[in-house]
Every structure is written in C-alpha cells, then in structure tokens.
C-alpha cells in the first residue's frame, strides 16, 4: 500500500515541508529581463512552440519574460499580461479552496464525500460511501479518472456531471489502497465547494482567490478570455505541423479539475507566493491558515514511477524529490496548451511556464538553469533507455491493461517488448482520435519499462506494480487494471462504448 495512513503533524510539516520564506536566501540573482526573453527566444525555436510567457519571483521579486506569438493564425505578440490555459495546475486552487472550508471548519478532511454530497455515488456503492474528502485530494479514492463526459456550459455543469458519476465511473481499487490521478475526484471536490459555498465553483474561486489576491489577468472560460490577450492552443495536424485547435474550452463540468482557467504567468506567481508564505498575503490578511498550507505540501502519499511525475502528493500539490528541494509544483495540459509550476518553498523561488503548443519539456532546462542558481537545487535528467537493459522475465509484464479512457496491450516480439496504446470514450474525442501508437521498450529495472525512442520531447517511461508473477496495474499517473485475455476485447469494447453514450 503506497498511501501514508497518518497525516502529518504540524511539527512534522514544517520539518518536511520547509518553512516559508518572504526573504529567500537565493544563491544568485534574479535573471535580468533580456537575458530571460533570449533563452526563452531559444527554447521556443528548439521546442516548436508557437508562444510561451515565463514569470520567475525569488522572494518579492518577479521577473517575466515572453516569445513568439498567441496564434499562429493571428500573429499577436505574446505580452505578459496574456493569458494562458493552466490547465490541471488549477488543481492546486481547488484544493486551496476546500483547505479554506477547512479552515473555517465547515469539512473534515477524513469525513466521507456524503456528509457534504449525500447524493454523491459512484458505479460501486460500497465505495461510494467511503470515500473521503482527503482521499479525493490526494487521488487515492481509486475512482475511475478520464472522465471528460459535456454536460453543457450551464451553472449546472458540475452537478449534472458528478450525478452522472453513478453510470460512468466505475471502481478501480478500494479507496485508501494506492494512488491513481484522478481528474473527476477533483470535479467531486468542486461540487462540494458549490454546495458548501451556495455558488458556482468559478464564482467562489474568485470570491475567495482572484479577487484578495488581487489578480487582473484570469479567465475562467472563453466568453472572459476573449476580453483579454488570450493563447490559443495548436496541436499537430496530420502531416505532423502545429494547427490551430479547432475548440479554445474543454467542458465546463471539468472546470475544478483544469478544462477551462486561464491566466497571466506572473499571476499564476501571486498565488504560488501566497502559498510560499504559508497563506498570509502582503496585507497583512490570511488567504489559508498557516497549518492547511503546510498539510497541503507534506506527502500523504507516494506516487509510483520516476521523474517528471513526482515522487509524492500532498493535499493538492505535485511533490519533487529534488536535491535541495523540497520542491511542489504541479502541471497541466489542456487543447493544445500546456504550463509548468514549480515552487521551492524554503528558498520563496517559484517558476510558470505557459505555452501554446509545441514542445513543453525543452523548457525543464530553463527550470534546471534557474533553480540551480537562484535555490541550489538540482532539477534530475528526464528518463532515458538504460545503455544495459535489465534482464527480466516479459511475461510479468505482458498483457492488456484497460480503463475507461485508454487500451493499453504489452507484446512480446522477437525484437523485445511493445507497448501499442488507445485511447477511448471521451479522452479520444478530445484529442481527436484514438492517438494509437506503437512503442517499442526496454527494461530499465523489474518494474519499469522505458521507451527506446522519444515521443513529444521524452522517453515514455511505464512502470507496473504487483507483488506475483504478473503485474496488476500499468502506471503512467493513473493505475490502469490489467484486464484477462479472455475478457479484455470486449471490456474495452464496453468502456469505450460508455464514453460515447
């Protein structure tokens, strides 16, 4: 079991975490502006980004930078006041926003969803009613997570879509057991935050966090993004270059998870400061308590796999085990965007990252270059095929594994192992296509498997977890279920089906 059954005391947070620091004893100086734009300038060219905005703060100090374009259909210069999609990092504000709950002592953490939603349900009922609040923020409910199903842009967006949980999300493991990212734990959070709130999610967010934070460059969706410098989002198209995404919003029903917020990198600082500074903002007034700041960026549980995924999670943020860290962060993609934060706490440096399309990870040496001098951490190497491979045993690996949102089979070859991937439902419709691929792999030890060759910037690094002769769970983030041989076709079959519906 990988989840930690007690969570932390206040004393074992400030140890773990670091305490928060409004004048950071950073090794070097904060970058100047033009040397920021120049590598930034370079790492577009080299990433095929058609635009990207980066804000890096060392204390009370922030410096921006901006390349390349919004669209490349319009052409508009990217300016630091544009706005980009954050994505999944939206989790964070999220997860701030029930630690606020919590502070006002209005949720237990260790309560079950149903004090607070008790319509709340899921395909399995036994789990339904133990699921809490903490195991939603910390993606161990082991609810089925890639569920992306529009339930319109109404204000009842977030209901309808947690309603339909009941027929579309079924059990992966019992909750408590193990981590797994989960997107719609997240939009179940959001539901009780409107129900607790009496509001929509987005008008609470900004009630409680845009507006004390005092920040000018937000959207929550496209009817406010058009009203500001708004990124718009390219994917590739089938020749292989960038294209324009036909769509700038994901659903509505996805809000709280990450399909629609947008906002300024240096905005995006403003609140990672506010949570380096353990809730007290420059006023004087408190955004958290200084304990739920804490609680949130201690693990509570660990997550499988190497880098850049994070060795753990705490009540919301992404946790690195960087030397000279501690570091949090979390990530997030949306239609043809993609952003980056990283914070150290304990040093008050933080850095976002924005793009629009291309390449994101070129941008982990601008990260490695400045937390090297500004914070003295050591960002790692992504993962590459070991020279050597591992000698193993294929058949502990080979078979299907399968979910709602993805098909994934592990072959064995007279050239070694393939990993061949759909995916299905509602996450095919989004991406446009089932996005089926071959990749040939290697072992790099008894549980991991890293792809020979590069795909989107990285060796696609898959480990598996199991105890016996053959692995239960394929992880990439989410814990995908090995299914048997002769069930396999037509649960695919069946969940894919589900998506559609």
């Excluded at 570091?327 to 914070?343: F, I, P």
Aim: negative net charge; charged residues 20%.
């Amino acid at each position: 079991m990988t989840g930690r059954s007690d969570a932390p005391s206040a004393a074992a947070d400030a140890q773990a975490a670091g305490p928060g620091s409004q004048n950071p004893d950073t090794t070097l100086p904060l970058p100047t502006p033009e040397y920021l734009a120049t590598r930034l300038a370079e790492l577009i060219r080299r990433g095929n980004i058609p635009g990207a905005s980066v804000a890096v703060r060392a204390g009370t100090e922030t410096v921006t930078a901006t390349a390349g374009v919004l669209g490349l259909a319009t052409g508009y210069p990217v300016t630091a006041d544009s706005v980009f999609q954050i994505g999944s990092i939206t989790k964070v504000w999220t997860a701030t926003l029930v630690m606020q709950l919590v502070d006002e002592g209005v949720i237990d953490l260790d309560a079950p969803v149903r004090t607070y939603l008790p319509e709340f349900r899921t395909v399995d009922e036994a789990a339904s009613k133990a699921v809490t609040i903490r195991q939603l923020l910390t993606h161990t409910s082991g609810i089925e997570g890639d569920i992306f199903d529009d339930h319109g842009f109404g204000d009842d967006a977030v209901a309808t879509y947690v309603a339909g949980l009941a027929e579309t999300a079924p059990q992966i493991f019992p909750p408590g057991e193990r981590f797994s990212y989960c997107n719609s734990g997240i939009v179940v959070l959001g539901r009780v935050v409107e129900v607790l709130t009496g509001q929509t999610w987005e008008a609470t967010l900004r009630e409680r966090l845009v507006v004390p934070l005092g920040l000018a460059h937000v959207a929550n969706d496209a009817n406010e993004a058009i009203l500001q410098h708004a990124a718009i989002g390219h994917m590739p198209g089938p020749d292989g270059t960038l294209v324009t995404v036909p769509t700038w919003q994901m659903p509505r029903s996805n809000s709280p998870a990450g399909s629609n917020l947008a906002m300024s990198a240096t905005n995006l600082l403003e609140f990672a400061a506010a949570h380096v500074n353990l809730g007290l903002l420059p006023d004087g007034t408190r955004l958290l308590s200084e304990s739920s700041a804490l609680a949130m960026r201690v693990p509570h549980v660990d997550v499988p796999g190497p880098e850049p995924i994070g060795s753990a999670w705490g009540l919301g943020w992404n946790l690195y085990d960087w030397a000279g860290g501690p570091v949090v962060g979390h990530d997030g993609g949306t239609l043809g965007q993609s952003a980056m934060l990283r914070v150290v706490p304990s040093r008050g440096v933080s850095i976002a990252i924005l793009t629009n399309g291309g390449n994101l990870l070129v941008m982990y040496d601008l990260v490695r270059e400045l937390f090297a001098g500004l914070a003295d951490v050591r960002v790692p190497e992504l993962p590459t095929p070991p020279a050597e491979p591992a000698t193993v045993d294929p058949r502990y690996f080979v078979g299907r594994y399968a979910s709602r949102s993805s098909a994934l089979d592990v072959t064995e070859t007279e050239d070694g192992l393939n990993v061949s991937m759909r995916l299905l439902g509602s996450m095919a419709a989004l991406a446009g296509g089932d996005r089926a691929s071959v990749t040939k792999v290697v072992a790099a030890d008894a549980r991991t498997l890293v792809a020979t060759e590069q795909q989107d910037g990285r060796h696609a690094v898959y480990s598996f977890v199991g105890d016996g002769d053959r692995a239960e769970f394929l992880y990439q983030g989410r814990a995908v279920r090995r299914v048997s041989a002769g069930e396999a076709e037509q649960d695919v079959a069946d969940r894919s089906e589900e998506g559609h519906e």
